[in-house]
């Protein structure tokens, strides 16, 4: 479905200046995006290293791979790297950073060099947590639960919590930065009615952003002080309570799940919306259920906290905003579905990934209920149940939506197609690899394996065997699209403006777009997912602007 | 699949204007990006509130659990160095509105006087500060290793003996509370420091001021948090004798 | 007992049905909601793939499906949330006179001790069919008990009791899991529910131990000198502690608090915290000199102070103010009984 361009090459983003200072200094949107693509690539794979190394002990019921004190170290490195330096920036950072301007129409975010500054905020996060993973690294668990992570672990929390401290200013200034640019930079014509779904999926993510993260902020200040310096205020001992740690804690890491997948809602709302021809179905219940999810989403923390020892009361409220939170979730999936109906449906890799999105994030999202139910969750707390949801939904939902924002953009973003037939391999192997990792999860959480065991009972052995199997077919999965890509990068063929017929406008300018993003500033009068006019058969063809 | 149409290039909805040397380059107009400045300093000040949130939270809920043991802490500050630096601080915000109605006023001198005192008024406050700091050094007050509490019966609570853990505790919220607050007035002096080299070079006009009314905003904001922690920090249990 | 390759963990509690009927109620919803979607799902992909001279049709949406397929979700969820509510609750509140047993956790062992004195370590022996209710608290950090075929699980905590019970309907043997993340052993901290047959048990049980806790607690009691203040002829120093349990206690700040387990440890390690109405504050706190089990000890002791469990009239305070205290400290909070 994709359409070349055999003009020559023009002046753009990428080929205005090669010099390391021109991308190291740049207050350029796109380019910072690239920059914290190749960031948060790079940590993705550290932190599937890390995966691979835990998958391959789990193969066996023993602890023989690596010692008890190492495995510690690898879940937790794990959960640092792919919860702060991967999923938070993943889509708002690369996709988002890259696409917002364009979407509203502005030569840039509000604050350019405020964006630079998150990328450098977020590599000094990332090299001083890569410092300390070479130099001991941490076995608290992403979690850091007191009194452990201030009075018993012997390693390296006080840097691991201010990397993390740090890396999450970068995550506040992006949402500041959008919601800003979204509020005050539309192009004229640009009402709010008729923004595309992806900015209301960010505005929602960066509201979510700028009032959370503070808390994890402080948190982490709170833990780093204590443990230098033998404070009270989460031991026991000292009059300290190690609840208030869970409360403050999960404050921010409950709405940053959602962080972490409505970015992937807003891009999976794209695919849908032009590889099926149509506008979305229900519009306006798709932007209000963004906000909604992300009002709900501080309201439910303590559902983390079930069996903590929080009254039978507490556990109560917190079940029941729980499920209020699901049904936004549960629209939006409605919402999707009835847009293909007759609809004109293509199947290129984004599709395809959206499509895949669509199963997991039902599933994951389903077993999201049976968390939120008390009775079920005393028995699931803490077991392969609740690691097979979150991966469900993280991996499922948001790294699927994140692939599939990649495929879909690439070609705006470098100017290039990216190889089809491979990209729908890489799809389906992702798919199932992923399939087979997390399913047997459910099957071993329900049957009563801990969470952050490296040696366990001889009967979970065949599932964890299976689990590991899909995890190396889930490796080759995400390797296949890093090679294809950069292939792209020189071999691919050039693409044109708009190679998908899409609606928006970032589709109206060249690809790759020119540093400022529109040769004239544009002027919106047209509605959202104009798909009737884009595939009005008596059209004209009109060549590329510029 | 045919391209999609091109931008209607006479349709411009801002005709060209004679570019003010501050109108940065991705806005369209001095309004938007005046109205975007304020916006964003907006949103960072609601981070902040989140950011002592989280303070404030914990402080609230040792203060009901543990009351006797934080009216005595409480009791161990000074009250007079206290209520000077809300004194100093209060009028620290006088003088940032003034210094902000003379830069949309063009009057240069005001501004500039008005910056200095405001300047001067914050360098007080962190002097005062440091003065209790110290005392508190002396007195063993700092959390830590060095940390003494007598057992003493609690004043006007007869009956009532504070635990020296759990005046740590205060003493703990005390100068995490106080030391982020601290941190953020030493930023706000390097940013007032900044509008003074820029005012003295004259780069603020009635057209262009934005960079004072933000850094008042900051300012301001940093103000309204020392309001919140000088009376649950200072007043707790405070009676006239 | 344990099979090579099971798909769904054993059974062995009263709650471990009503905790699978809940859950397979949520596999059948979930079931058909992911049937229906995938259904329509593959059948619109199939039906409105693209062909060659037909367009889509633009609609822009619907406000009664909207608002259904809002409402019958919220409806369906509403009634999990009810079902999963009466579980959990049922799950927290434990049986009056369950037998109990006392747990202290820490870094990496599990140590039970029952009421009638029997110790143990990593394993705890329960006879089928009584309900069993336990006591638990961490040295360390925080751990978490958990026996999968009970479907039981409370978080231990440093510093307070939970609480947790079951009643086990199989005899056999059973996984006890250590479920929260508590350092390197965490893996490593792992047990046996050994659940007997009551005769079985009862010859278990006479196979040696130290004598009922509280008979030990009585021991430490007087070891400590506690029973210099707490006279029981309302004489001491100290409140008669005879009667305590379970009954609200009228505090010299003016509260009124329950004095169960927490209270009763928290008097111990902290004494000034919720003193009694009429009673000066003199006590010394035993923190650092008693270990976890000598206070859940004392606690068995202190309990067995009661008639029984959660006798006498609510509101009435439990304490009698000595009479030389009541002049002269009489505070909102006592009362003269």
Wanted: aromatic fraction near 14%; hydrophobic fraction near 50%.
């Amino acid at each position: 479905m994709a359409t070349e361009n055999p003009q020559p090459e023009r002046v753009n983003y990428l080929n205005k200046d090669y010099s390391l200072a021109s991308w190291l200094l740049t207050t350029d949107h796109k380019r910072i995006a690239l920059l914290y693509l190749l960031s948060i690539t790079f940590f993705f794979f550290i932190g599937g290293f890390f995966a691979l190394l835990i998958r391959l002990e789990l193969l066996t019921p023993a602890g023989d791979l690596v010692q008890a004190d190492t495995y510690n170290k690898l879940f937790t490195m794990h959960g640092q790297v792919m919860v702060f330096f991967f999923l938070i920036p993943s889509i708002p950072a690369v996709l988002g950073n890259f696409l917002v301007p364009l979407m509203v129409g502005a030569k840039d975010l509000a604050f350019p060099r405020i964006n630079l500054l998150s990328w450098y905020l977020y590599i000094i996060g990332g090299a001083m947590m890569l410092h300390c993973i070479l130099t001991g690294s941490v076995d608290t668990g992403w979690t850091f639960y007191t009194p452990f992570s201030t009075a018993f672990s012997n390693t390296k929390v006080i840097e691991a919590g201010l990397a993390i401290f740090v890396a999450g200013f970068s995550s506040i200034l992006t949402g500041l930065n959008f919601i800003v640019t979204i509020h005050r930079m539309r192009a004229p014509g640009m009402t709010w009615s008729r923004l595309p779904l992806f900015i209301w999926a960010h505005y929602a993510t960066s509201i979510i952003q700028i009032l959370g993260t503070p808390v994890i902020a402080i948190t982490l200040v709170l833990v780093v002080a204590e443990r230098a310096l033998h404070l009270g205020i989460f031991d026991p001992k000292l009059g300290g309570d190690p609840l208030l740690f869970q409360h403050l804690f999960w404050f921010y890491s409950h709405p940053a799940v959602y962080i972490m997948i409505l970015p992937s809602m807003g891009v999976v709302t794209e695919i849908i919306a032009c590889f099926s021809r149509k506008r979305i179905f229900g519009y306006h219940f798709v932007a209000l259920s963004s906000i909604a999810i992300a009002v709900f989403g501080f309201l439910v923390w303590a559902h983390h906290m079930f069996v903590a020892g929080i009254s039978v009361y507490a556990a109560l409220v917190f079940s029941i905003l729980s499920y209020a939170v699901a049904v936004p979730s549960a629209v939006k999936v409605f919402n999707w579905t009835a847009t293909l109906y007759k609809g004109s449906i293509h199947y290129d890799a984004p599709m395809l990934y959206a499509f895949g999105f669509l199963g997991l994030f039902t599933m994951g999202g389903l077993t999201g209920l049976f968390l939120a139910c008390l009775g079920v969750d005393v028995h699931v707390h803490d077991t392969y149940f609740v690691i097979a949801h979150f991966h469900y939904i993280m991996v499922g939902g948001a790294v699927m939506g994140y692939l599939g924002g990649m495929h879909f953009w690439w070609p705006k973003i470098s100017g290039k197609l990216y190889p089809e037939g491979w990209a729908r391999l890489a799809a389906l192997i992702v798919f199932i690899g992923f399939n087979l990792t997390f399913f047997p999860q459910f099957i071993l959480g329900y049957l009563g394996m801990p969470r952050r065991y490296y040696q366990y009972p001889p009967e979970f052995q065949v599932l964890n065997v299976l689990s590991t199997a899909g995890a190396t077919i889930l490796g080759v999965g995400y390797l296949l699209p890093l090679i294809y890509f950069l292939w792209s990068m020189r071999y691919g063929k050039p693409a044109s403006g708009n190679p998908w017929n899409a609606a928006g406008l970032e589709w109206k300018t060249a690809s790759p777009p020119p540093t400022f993003n529109f040769d004239e500033e544009p002027v919106v009068t047209w509605e959202a997912y104009n798909f009737d006019e884009l595939d009005a058969p008596h059209k004209q063809e009109v060549p590329v602007a510029g | 699949m045919p391209d999609s149409q091109t931008v209607d290039s006479q349709a411009l909805a801002v005709p060209n204007e004679i570019h003010n040397p501050a109108l940065l380059h991705h806005f369209a107009t001095e309004q938007q990006q005046r109205d975007s400045a304020s916006l964003g300093m907006w949103i960072f000040l609601s981070t902040e509130v989140m950011f002592f949130g989280g303070l404030f939270c914990a402080y609230l809920i040792y203060r009901l659990k543990y009351f006797a043991e934080f009216s005595a802490a409480s009791k161990t500050l000074a009250l007079s160095l206290g209520a000077t630096n809300t004194a100093v601080l209060i009028c620290s915000s006088l003088t940032v509105v003034l210094a902000v109605y003379a830069s949309q006023h063009g009057k240069r001198s005001m501004l500039l006087i008005n910056l200095v005192l405001t300047l001067i008024l914050g360098l007080t406050f962190l002097g005062i500060k440091a003065v209790e700091y110290n005392e508190k050094f002396e007195k063993h007050h700092v959390p830590g290793p060095s940390f003494q509490f007598d057992h003493v019966q609690v004043a006007g609570h007869p009956g009532q003996y504070a635990d020296p853990r759990h005046a740590q505790i205060f003493f703990a919220l005390y100068f995490i509370m106080t030391g982020l607050h601290a941190l953020h007035m030493i930023v706000g002096v390097g940013i007032f420091l900044w509008l003074l080299h820029a005012a003295w070079k004259g780069r603020f006009t009635p057209d262009y001021n934005t960079p004072v009314e933000i850094g008042g905003l900051y300012w301001h904001f940093v103000d309204i948090v020392w309001i919140y922690l000088f009376p649950l920090l200072y007043l707790i249990d405070r009676h006239p004798s | 007992m344990l099979n090579n390759f099971p798909l769904w963990p054993e059974r062995a509690s009263s709650a471990a049905g009503n905790t699978d009927a809940l859950f397979i109620f949520l596999l059948i919803v979930s079931g058909l909601i992911t049937l229906l979607i995938f259904t329509v799902l593959v059948f619109f992909a199939v039906r409105f793939r693209h062909r060659r001279g037909v367009q889509a049709e633009q609609i822009e949406g619907s406000i009664p499906l909207e608002l259904a397929w809002t409402a019958i979700p919220f409806v369906v969820f509403m009634a999990i949330f009810v079902w999963g509510a009466i579980v959990y609750f049922q799950g927290r509140t434990p049986p009056r006179d369950a037998t109990e047993v006392y747990v202290v956790a820490k870094q990496w062992m599990w140590k039970l001790e029952h009421a009638e004195g029997q110790r143990e370590i990593n394993e705890l022996h329960v006879p089928a069919g009584r309900d069993v209710k336990l006591i638990m608290t961490s040295q360390d950090v925080i751990h978490s008990f958990f026996v999968p075929a009970f479907r039981m699980k409370q978080d231990v905590v440093p510093g307070r009791y939970t609480v947790a019970w079951f009643r086990a309907t199989k005899p056999g043997t059973y996984h006890l899991f250590c479920t929260q993340y508590c350092g390197t052993q965490h893996s490593g901290m792992i047990g046996s529910i050994i659940v007997m047959e009551p005769a079985q048990y009862e010859a278990w049980m006479s196979g040696g131990s130290t004598g009922p806790l509280s008979a030990t607690g009585e021991k430490i009691f007087a070891e400590l000198g506690c029973s210099t203040c707490h006279r029981m002829d309302g004489q001491g120093r100290g409140p008669n502690l005879q009667g305590v349990y379970g009954k609200p206690v009228a505090l010299a700040d003016g509260r009124t608090v329950m004095a169960d387990e927490n209270y009763l440890r928290e008097c111990i390690l902290d004494p000034g915290a919720k003193r009694v109405g009429g009673f000066q504050p003199i006590m010394p706190t035993f923190q650092g000199l008693v270990s976890e089990e000598q206070v859940n000890a004392l606690v068995a002791y202190v309990k067995s102070l009661s008639p029984s469990r959660q006798s006498g009239l609510p509101g009435a305070p439990a304490v009698v103010v000595p009479a030389k205290a009541a002049g002269k400290t009489a505070t909102k909070g006592s009362q003269v009984q």
